[in-house]
């Protein structure tokens, strides 16, 4: 979470994807910051510290993520952080609204 002050403004979240059995695969899900909040550096450090956390972790080699097609910010924040595309699937999205979700992984390399 991320508060300014007592308010909460962010959150983010990572987990290990509970649909690989090898659990060599995070994923990234639930991100939202506030738009005031926006344009201020949360992004890059909601961003690092999910990646550095992937780095971290003893079993994963990737991390994939995904946004409805009108989410332009996580489009361009994905690609920014070097994910690439890996498909578009159509979606009926919570809200009831049904849209195609983009797709995308991260390469960790190993050292």
Aim: net charge neutral.
């Amino acid at each position: 979470m991320i508060f300014d002050g007592q308010t909460p403004v962010g959150m983010t979240s990572i987990s290990v994807y509970r649909d690989d059995p090898t659990n060599s695969t995070a994923i990234m899900w639930g991100s939202w910051l506030e738009p005031h909040m926006r344009g201020k550096g949360l992004s890059e450090m909601m961003y690092g510290s999910r990646i550095n956390w992937a780095n971290v972790h003893p079993t994963i080699e990737k991390i994939i993520v995904s946004h409805r097609a009108s989410n332009l910010s996580s489009k361009y924040a994905n690609q920014k952080h070097g994910f690439s595309p890996t498909g578009i699937t159509e979606r009926l999205w919570p809200d009831g609204i049904r849209e195609e979700e983009f797709h995308y992984e991260l390469k960790l390399s190993r050292k």
